[in-house]
């Protein structure tokens, strides 16, 4: 390439002003990189919220032990009208507190995947992966008659392979962007401000059901009441994504 200096002033200031609009754009993919939306399997990416501009959020809620939390957290939400959640339930869970599931499906809420084992799955081998998932997924079919298409994966690991291989198996990934750090118990008036003073149109908030979590119990209450008050609607995963601008991010 060689470059031709012209004394017309109007044609150099066009020429300056091309290449920073070309040095901005590339900028601009620089700084976005890791929030591009690939719908392919080829290249999935995790989801973490939706870009929409309606007053939604949804609830999710994870659980892979103990038995004092999930049911009076689920007394809440039914009590409360709150059916529009989604629960992650660990396949080992499940398999031994099959009565909480069926009730959980019973009520309408949203059930996905939690894996199997507790364990990051980007420390292992595809194959690993493939038989973590699938054996959870069969284990929550046989509860409730439903093949589950949401997961999240254990302790929130993953990296592409992981991606890939749910994709493959008909998965989607699903993080959070609000986290409620319930399970580092840092008391229920803290639980309800993380929730409360980050929540926003389009959030997928993390809370557990699980009994490291027990706090979660007296937060919840304030935790709905509050987002209602701000306007918002509480609604599951999969009906936030529908008709939205997923956002994305690849790890």
């Known amino acids: 390439m060689r470059f031709v200096w012209v004394l017309n002033g109007k044609v150099i200031l066009k020429y300056i002003s091309f290449v920073m609009l070309f040095l901005f754009a590339?900028?601009?993919?620089?700084?976005?990189?890791?929030?591009?939306?690939?719908?392919?399997?080829?290249?999935?990416?995790?989801?973490?919220?939706?870009?929409?501009?309606?007053?939604?959020v949804a609830l999710t809620f994870d659980i892979s032990w103990g038995r004092q939390a999930p049911e009076p957290i689920i007394d809440i939400l039914e009590e409360k009208n709150v059916r529009n959640v989604t629960f992650f339930i660990s396949g080992p869970w499940a398999r031994d507190n099959p009565d909480i599931v069926r009730r959980i499906d019973k009520l309408g809420m949203e059930i996905g995947s939690h894996g199997w084992k507790h364990v990051n799955y980007s420390e292992h081998k595809d194959e690993f992966v493939i038989e973590q998932i699938l054996t959870a997924h069969e284990t929550l079919l046989e509860i409730t008659g439903k093949e589950p298409n949401l997961i999240r994966t254990p302790n929130g690991d993953f990296n592409k392979r992981t991606l890939k291989v749910a994709a493959?198996?008909?998965?989607?990934?699903?993080?959070?962007?609000t986290d409620s750090k319930d399970w580092m118990r840092p008391g229920p008036d803290k639980i309800v401000d993380n929730v409360l003073s980050k929540a926003f149109p389009g959030d997928i908030i993390l809370l557990h059901a699980s009994d490291s979590a027990l706090q979660t119990i007296d937060a919840l209450p304030r935790i709905i009441d509050g987002l209602r008050e701000m306007g918002y609607e509480i609604v599951s995963v999969t009906q936030l994504i529908e008709n939205a601008n997923i956002k994305k991010k690849i790890e």
Not at 27 to 55: C, W
Not at 168 to 177: F, H, K, R
């Open 168 to 177: 493959e198996l008909g998965y989607s990934v699903i993080q959070w962007d």
């Open 26 to 56: 590339v900028g601009v993919l620089y700084v976005e990189r890791n929030y591009i939306s690939v719908l392919s399997t080829e290249n999935p990416a995790a989801i973490y919220k939706v870009n929409t501009d309606k007053k939604v």
